[in-house]
């Protein structure tokens, strides 16, 4: 293979490269979770966007309106396909608007537990910022810098 | 060096303290597959050096340099991190020490009267002040972001508000985006 018949039709995907968005998901993660730990979960800002993202995500998912409808999201519930209809829908409204809104995050599913190999789950950045902003408000991840 | 356009390049890490001609199993099955490229040895280079952002300079001394059909580079060898700041301050001690020494031998013992000294020390000092500081302390447009945000990625980062004002800008606010430029 020279540089001048690379095809890139056939051309396998270099691994390391693939492996690099898990990368970034894991730092985005180690540093999501620093500054939770340095910082009550309630006075953090996550984007630009916080509150329009909240009253956005409480149109479409009236569940969320209560701390127990976000202190503990399923997995299978996200990714139905009834689901995945509705947050695409809800994705749109901002895919202009936050950087990377659709880069592999990785979620907890349960707020009152720290990242593990279970409870962590493959989510967009737009799910999770909706998710963990909404955990933040109601002050469901407080605990985290109350450990230290 | 000036003259060369470089298009690419595979950069190997060598583990620390590793010799050079000592190579990991990854750099030869690495080398193997970029060597079949076609790509000619460059000879006669003894320095490839990337420059950064605020005068960060990687070196590689020594390097073994590749050149593809295509014009693009490879290089082999350890990078070094370099500070040119550093260099420059170096340099400028260097060069007052020379001339003092120079003058000393020229004019014998007739500056040791105090005025002479006291200039010398000040041009040290003012040598040694001017080379670092030239980065941080710009003035910085914070209007549009939380002053708040701003405090909680110095703090989490250690870096100067300047720096974290502009990560903040160019994650347009986004914190864990801005926090992860900053420390990765």
Known sequence: ?148 | MASEKIEEIVEEQIPDGAEVHVLSKNEKKARQMILKLGLKQVKGITRVTFRKKGNFILAIDNPEVYRSVAGSYVVFGEAKVEDLNKRYAEAAAAQEAAQQAAAAVKEGDAPKDPESITADLQAASLADKSAPAEDDDEEVDETGLDSGDIEIIVEQTNVSRAKAVKALKEHNGDMVNAIMSLTS
């Open chain 1, 1 to 148: 293979m020279s540089l001048n018949t690379f095809d890139a039709e056939t051309a396998d995907n270099l691994e390391d490269i693939e492996k690099q968005f898990a990368v970034k998901a894991v730092q985005q993660m180690e540093t999501y979770w620093n500054l939770l730990q340095s910082i009550p979960g309630s006075k953090l800002k996550l984007t630009k966007y916080d509150d329009e993202i909240i009253e956005e995500v409480l149109k479409d998912f009236p569940e969320f309106a209560s701390p127990e409808g976000v202190a503990k999201v399923s997995e299978d519930d996200m990714k139905s396909a009834g689901g995945k209809a509705r947050w695409r829908n809800f994705l749109k409204k901002f895919e202009d608007k936050v950087q990377d809104y659709n880069f592999g995050t990785l979620l907890r599913s349960d707020a009152s537990k720290e990242y593990d190999q279970h409870g962590t789950i493959f989510v967009v950045r737009l799910q999770f910022y909706a998710i963990e902003i909404l955990r933040n408000r109601y002050g469901l991840n407080d605990w985290v810098c109350q450990k230290k």
